[in-house]
């Protein structure tokens, strides 16, 4: 089953699931909790993508590991997974699905040195004969598609995302995302969004292409470059939530929604909001800040007056109603082209 946007492009389903749009918003431990995922699905990401989830925490009933997988409000319902050893991956695949997931992706990709010092995330790229046993246990496991997301290889004398995307879909992944760097490169340097092409050689199966993809232009040169399906928007949705949408629209031939200011602040707001109900006061005010940081300079992109009492306010208070009247100062249209 194929989809069509409406610029004529047809593009391939995962696992049966026709995305609404060809950009989305990328897992990103720590930033794409469930609130903001909510808000990018509503403004149009095609899918939205949660926080990496260790299986075996998951397993266990984690509370965190919970809140990380939590989807309620999202659909499609994708939970990405992290590990190395095929019971607790399986296991923690059907829990997901249970809880109403309808994609599971594994995560191959991740270069944080706690992750690939357990032998999960990019490090599975250095034994690939493992990396696909992973495959089959999660497929075998559950009824929903299986995707999985990789770099280009682990370094530049390693460079297997193609032998693994290939044994990967022969195993039954759905589909495949490939960043465009290595796992010695982290996040340095540019993504090589033609690095990705030679997955794409690989086989007929959905690719997904991520890194430093923050506007359209840059969306359609990575799909171009690439050969990919579809994109996935990371760190520049971040206080952003509304961006996967917006490129996705003009990848479609379509004008994005313009989002205004009014609107941004009350996005912020509904974020904010949203974690401390999720995660309680204590942690909700802990977990919000990185994205209050990014919400605050939207607002300075808006072209509106940096207020930095304000900002310092934001980011240090523990009292939610001085952090929402901190954004309130932040956002207020009476500042607009006040830095001038």
Not at 49 to 75: C, K, Q
Request: net charge negative.
């Amino acid at each position: 089953m194929e989809s069509a946007s409406k610029s004529g492009d047809t593009v391939p389903a995962i696992g049966g699931l026709s995305p609404a749009a060809r950009a989305f918003l990328a897992p990103m431990s720590g930033v794409t909790d469930v609130v903001m995922r909510r808000i990018a699905a509503r403004f149009g990401a095609g899918l939205v993508v949660s926080e990496m989830v260790a299986s075996d925490e998951l397993v266990r009933g984690s509370e965190e590991a919970r809140l990380r997988a939590e989807g309620s409000g999202v659909t499609p319902h994708v939970v990405q997974l992290a590990g190395c050893e095929a019971r607790w991956l399986a296991e923690a695949a059907q829990v997901a699905e249970a809880s109403g997931a309808e994609i599971v992706d594994i995560n191959m990709g991740c270069p944080a040195k706690k992750v690939v010092g357990g032998w999960a995330g990019s490090a599975l790229m250095r034994d690939l004969d493992h990396a696909i046993g992973l495959v089959e246990a999660v497929v075998a496991a559950v009824k929903v598609p299986v995707t999985v997301k990789m770099r280009l290889g682990w370094d530049d004398a390693s460079r297997n995302a193609p032998e693994l995307a290939r044994r990967a879909v022969a195993a039954g992944a759905a589909a495949i995302t490939v960043h465009g760097r290595t796992r010695q490169q982290f996040y340095k340097g540019v993504a090589d969004w033609a690095a990705i092409a030679p997955v794409r050689e690989a086989g007929a199966f959905p690719l997904v292409a991520n890194g430093d993809i923050a506007t359209a232009a840059q969306a359609r040169d990575c799909l171009e470059q690439s050969g990919a399906d579809y994109v996935m928007v990371g760190r520049a949705a971040l206080g952003r939530p509304w961006l996967p949408g917006q490129i996705g629209a003009v990848l479609a031939g379509r004008e994005p929604e313009a989002i205004d200011v009014e609107t941004k602040a009350e996005l912020a707001r509904e974020h904010y909001e949203g974690l401390l109900s999720l995660m309680g006061r204590e942690v909700g005010v802990r977990h919000a800040r990185k994205h209050l940081a990014a919400y605050a300079d939207e607002a300075l992109a808006c072209g509106l007056a940096p207020d930095e009492q304000a900002r310092r306010e934001l980011l240090t208070t523990v009292e939610p109603a001085r952090a929402l009247a901190a954004l309130e100062r932040l956002f207020s249209t009476e500042r607009l082209g006040a830095a001038a």
